[in-house]
């Protein structure tokens, strides 16, 4: 049973897909549109501070702000069926989709950020027939290049030339096995840079950005859940390549990117626009553009949930 906290809101705390989820359903359920569903990046963060810092612009609207199993207030990946070896997308999405008919919703929109921008197309892909549309904001897709990107941003950072390991791997990779590039390009980047500063550098405009998001983590409790980007890794994460099944939704797409995100602009936005058909929104602003420009971000996102 949820803990009601207000006429409109609930907070749950569920036993679903062999995990226990942590889900809070907030705004009005009678406006005859989709609710959207808030899926966080990371992988392993949870929703807290984007229902904190960007909440009071949806509150028109209802929204699902989904922990992902193993994340925020969701239960450990340890006490899952599944385990906390190791953790795929497919999972992630039967997460999404038991969520779904657990509260007996019709269609939804998936809003996915980084890491759970993947999350919302592979839904979009998987259950059309329950996806309204898809949002995405600052997507990642293709992880053997976010990898490159990451070695590249460290490298220069450091001035020292790129040291690509790809190409000497796949040379000494025996026949009929896969070369792990992108693990090895990962190991390297932060080799030369920890992996906290590199990605400060990259998707942080200015350090007020980075505190003010800080400062929501500290008031929040939460913690970024290593266990769960461990167990993505041990599944093969940065090998992983969704660019061939963005052709293969159906449903309209919506990108908002972060022009100073260099982990995900221009190349991974660029994926999704160029096989999903995504349209396209650019912002002056970095990783979480709701830090940045929170009205501009407002405008853009109001104006994919109604297009």
Do not use: C, K
Not at 199 to 214: I, K, P, V, Y
Not at 224 to 250: C, D, K
């Amino acid at each position: 049973m949820p803990r009601m906290t207000t006429d409109f809101d609930a907070v749950y705390e569920e036993r679903l897909n062999g995990a226990n989820l942590y889900f809070e359903v907030v705004g009005p359920a009678d406006l005859g549109e989709p609710p959207i569903v808030f899926l966080h990046g990371g992988p392993g963060y949870n929703s807290y501070s984007f229902h904190s810092l960007f909440g009071e612009h949806l509150e028109h609207r209802q929204v699902i702000y989904l922990d992902q199993r193993g994340s925020g207030r969701s239960g450990p990946l340890e006490d899952t069926e599944q385990g906390d070896e190791a953790l795929d997308l497919d999972t992630l999405v039967d997460d999404v989709e038991a969520v779904r008919e657990f509260l007996g919703l019709g269609t939804i929109i998936p809003l996915g950020h980084g890491f759970g921008a993947l999350i919302a197309l592979e839904y979009a892909r998987r259950y059309p027939v329950h996806t309204a549309r898809v949002v995405v904001v600052n997507p990642w897709v293709h992880f053997p290049e976010l990898a490159y990107t990451l070695l590249a941003e460290a490298s220069a950072l450091r001035s020292v030339p790129v040291d690509d390991p790809a190409d000497r791997l796949r040379a000494e990779t025996p026949q009929g096995q896969h070369p792990a590039v992108g693990a090895a390009r990962i190991e390297a980047a932060f080799a030369l840079l920890n992996a906290r500063d590199l990605l400060n550098a990259m998707q942080f405009t200015d350090a007020a950005s980075r505190m003010h998001l800080e400062f929501a983590d500290v008031e929040g409790q939460l913690l970024s859940a290593g266990e769960v980007q461990q167990a993505l890794v041990n599944q093969g994460l940065w090998e992983f390549e969704y660019p061939p099944f963005l052709t293969e939704i159906r449903r309209p797409v919506f990108i908002i990117a972060g022009a100073q995100d260099r982990t995900s602009y221009p190349e991974q936005v660029q994926w999704v626009a160029d096989l999903a058909g995504g349209d396209v929104t650019v912002l002056d602003a970095g990783h979480y553009p709701w830090l940045d420009d929170e009205e501009a971000f407002a405008e853009a996102l109001e104006e994919a949930l109604e297009r």
